[in-house]
């Protein structure tokens, strides 16, 4: 009777995993057409992230986690001015083209681009000038993108501008490089950023279990920083009630743009926040990279 009731069980662990195997190879990334925010975007669904693209600029108004936060919360208002585009118009990534004629291709609440879906995991991006062209090509753990050609006569940047774990709250929040644990807060108003020349950045916070990274895949010697940027300037700095994070990737501490090479890689997506402390976090990050 044990043998028979040891068989049983045995045979419907079996069948359980066959199950759990065939859901997860059943479960397809999908990429749709849809209005967020009043706009035309890509909504691309994966295992551990939601993300909406906007069309007409290539750039992510929102990118939420498995547990359905945003950590970018980007919306478009026309009476914003100054700080408070911390809170809104600023955020976005990879906001790539500061200024000048081009201004916003990459960047969220622009119209400077044709987005196109190529393939059931690709979209390529095309600038209207016609002088910026990437991809975005999606998994299930991250997301690629792949800078394909880009204007040779100026320079560009690779930025995430968002609240880390969808609230502005700097004291809470975990700075993880490739050089290790930053446990600085600089404010973008007159602060020293974290600088370095780094080959990843991660983010989370004390009181939350993901952490959402960028991966510059092609290496470089460039400047790249994290400031905090609350959305009520200089009065309140870090103790604004709202705001973001400004990490950028071929960004230097005086807001100039520093890349031009093409072809150029990015990888970004979110972890499981490693059970350990933010002094022995990197070498945990790095085995989930």
């Known amino acids: 009777m044990k043998?028979?009731?040891?068989?049983?069980?045995?045979?419907?662990?079996?069948?359980?995993?066959?199950?759990?195997?065939?859901?997860?190879?059943?479960?397809?990334?999908?990429?749709?057409?849809?209005?967020?925010?009043?706009?035309?975007?890509?909504?691309?669904?994966?295992?551990?992230?939601?993300?909406?693209?906007?069309?007409?600029?290539?750039?992510?108004s929102s990118i939420i986690d498995k547990n359905g936060t945003d950590w970018v919360q980007f919306h478009k208002s026309d009476t914003i001015r100054g700080a408070a585009g911390a809170a809104a118009d600023f955020r976005g990534l990879p906001n790539m083209v500061y200024q000048g004629e081009q201004n916003g291709v990459g960047h969220p609440g622009f119209d400077q681009c044709v987005s196109e879906q190529v393939n059931d995991t690709l979209i390529r991006v095309t600038s209207n000038s016609g002088n910026y062209v990437f991809s975005f090509a999606f998994t299930h753990d991250y997301a690629v993108m792949n800078i394909e050609k880009a204007d040779t006569s100026r320079k560009y940047?690779?930025?995430?501008?968002?609240?880390?774990?969808?609230?502005?709250?700097?004291?809470?929040h975990i700075c993880i490089t490739n050089e290790g644990y930053h446990p600085e807060q600089p404010s973008i108003y007159g602060d020293v950023p974290i600088?370095?020349?780094?080959?990843?950045?991660?983010?989370?916070?004390e009181n939350y279990d993901q952490m959402f990274y960028v991966e510059h895949v092609t290496l470089d010697t460039l400047i790249d920083i994290v400031y905090y940027m609350g959305s009520s300037g200089p009065e309140l700095g870090n103790d604004s009630p709202d705001g973001m994070v400004v990490m950028g990737f071929g960004r230097d501490p005086h807001t100039n743009p520093q890349m031009n090479q093409f072809p150029n890689t990015f990888r970004f997506g979110f972890i499981d926040k490693p059970a350990t402390s933010n002094e022995d976090m990197k070498e945990k990050i790095e085995e989930k990279l």
């Open 157 to 172: 940047w690779m930025l995430y501008e968002g609240p880390i774990a969808g609230k502005f709250n700097p004291k809470s």
């Open 195 to 205: 600088k370095g020349n780094f080959k990843w950045m991660c983010f989370g916070d």
């Open 3 to 60: 043998t028979k009731l040891l068989i049983f069980l045995q045979l419907f662990i079996v069948y359980a995993m066959v199950l759990m195997s065939c859901e997860k190879v059943e479960k397809q990334i999908t990429i749709e057409e849809v209005e967020y925010k009043n706009v035309a975007c890509f909504k691309i669904s994966t295992e551990k992230a939601t993300y909406y693209l906007e069309k007409q600029n290539g750039g992510f």
